[in-house]
């Protein structure tokens, strides 16, 4: 873990935002100086409080030490499920002004907004939508292995033998914990499809949190572990995408955030790196949005926040931040032909998988439960991905108590 806060600059006019956030990577850091950019030239100073480790489990730990002490940031990378955990200790503050004033309720989908308000309230401004369920496949490493961009996961694991064969690594991991329950639940939705993950993750339900089709994700999901290269265990995604981008490793389930790296290296997605959704979803999309959530500060930090909360909804940093970020803009007015293609098909993908009821929250990036529940059922996931000796039938079970204990006592 690493903590850096850096002052930039001051201006005497302006206020000042501190912003928590995680994004520490190549193309995450490149993203958030666009942010940076927009609020300085709005006169005002921006104060990173950044906590690199991916995913942001750590960042909420920090969080929350902070918020307890009495000294919280302007604005927090928070996700969905947390906002209204946020909201109910009484800490986050109202933005309403700016939202009414550039009529968010027309400009969001309504999914996003119910996310960032709290009480019919905004509590929070969102930048963007990343995909969750991508997979991303080095178009050489593919030629090699003489395969197509698989479609199933008997197809996945196909093209893995034939990388295997040519020499290539088949899967990019990473050894941070919250990269497992990203992998699970994109297995969980190819192999038993949207109305399977709403009822396991969504609603909890233990006719599906032990059932044959949850055996057949988790051995399915077990087996992805037999075709990650030795070198491609123990470090971050970053560096199992930076595999991938060198064709080092031939694939990798991660959300499209990945892709902001594949461009920052110069590569183009799409061509030099070919992006599809993770095998079996294709007609489905999970969601991850980033938004930041607002905190109270007073005097000129006031008028400095709603600048931030206008900022990261204006339309043109919508579409130059998300370019950057490798996630597709939060508002439904912002044109997509600046876009690459796979940005653009996410961007089809979430329309119709939302006319379709396959628009689906993600577990792992915190918003489709609260933490603590997320927490559980990821404590389960990794012990079963850690201990081979753990059946299937172990997890499943473990899997149902940990929903039961969260629904019998949800989080105050
Ligand atoms: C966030 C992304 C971030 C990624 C890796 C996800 O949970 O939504 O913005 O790039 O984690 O840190």
Redesign the pocket.
């Known amino acids: 873990m690493m903590l850096v806060a850096c002052p930039l600059l001051s201006t005497a006019a302006g206020g000042e935002v501190e912003v928590l956030h995680?994004?520490t990577?190549g193309g995450?850091a490149g993203a958030v100086a666009k942010l940076k950019a927009t609020l300085r030239n709005d006169g005002h100073t921006w104060k990173d409080f950044v906590i690199a480790g991916?995913?942001?489990g750590q960042a909420m730990v920090l969080l929350k030490s902070r918020v307890l002490s009495g000294n919280p940031p302007t604005a927090a990378q928070i996700?969905g499920a947390s906002i209204p955990e946020w909201a109910r200790t009484g800490t986050l503050s109202s933005i309403e002004g700016v939202a009414a004033a550039e009529k968010w309720d027309r400009l969001l989908p309504k999914i996003v907004s119910d996310t960032m308000k709290h009480k019919g309230v905004y509590v929070a401004a969102p930048l963007n939508v990343?995909r969750v369920n991508w997979l991303w496949v080095n178009a050489s490493a593919l030629r090699k292995a003489n395969a197509r961009f698989p479609a199933t996961w008997e197809e996945f694991f196909a093209v893995a033998d034939a990388m295997k064969k040519a020499g290539i690594a088949p899967i990019a991991y990473g050894g941070q914990s919250w990269l497992d329950l990203g992998a699970f639940e994109s297995v969980a939705l190819g192999v038993g499809g949207p109305d399977f993950y709403r009822k396991a993750f969504m609603e909890l339900d233990p006719s599906a949190l032990n059932s044959p089709q949850m055996e057949k994700t988790l051995e399915t999901y077990r087996r992805i572990k037999s075709y990650i290269g030795r070198n491609a265990v123990g470090g971050d995604?970053v560096r199992g995408t930076s595999m991938l981008i060198k064709g080092e490793a031939g694939m990798q389930l991660m959300?499209d955030?990945a892709k902001?790296e594949i461009q920052a290296a110069g590569m183009k997605p799409g061509i030099d790196v070919l992006c599809g959704a993770t095998p079996g979803s294709a007609n489905a999309f999970t969601f991850?949005i980033?938004s930041f959530a607002m905190f109270q500060v007073s005097g000129e930090n006031r008028a400095a926040q709603n600048d931030l909360a206008r900022a990261v909804m204006s339309k043109d940093f919508q579409e130059t931040f998300n370019l950057a970020?490798g996630?597709i803009p939060v508002r439904m007015d912002v044109k997509m032909d600046k876009f690459d293609e796979c940005a653009q098909r996410s961007s089809q993908d979430f329309s119709k998988s939302a006319k379709r009821g396959a628009l689906l929250p993600s577990l792992a990036?915190g918003m489709a439960q609260p933490s603590q529940t997320v927490a559980a059922i990821w404590d389960v996931i990794s012990q079963f991905w850690n201990q081979d000796r753990m059946t299937a039938a172990e997890a499943m079970a473990k899997l149902t108590q940990a929903a039961k204990a969260h629904a019998a006592a949800p989080p105050k």
Do not use: L, Q, R, V
């Open positions: 995680f994004w990577s995450e991916g995913g942001g996700k990343h995604w959300g955030w902001a991850n980033d970020k996630s990036h």
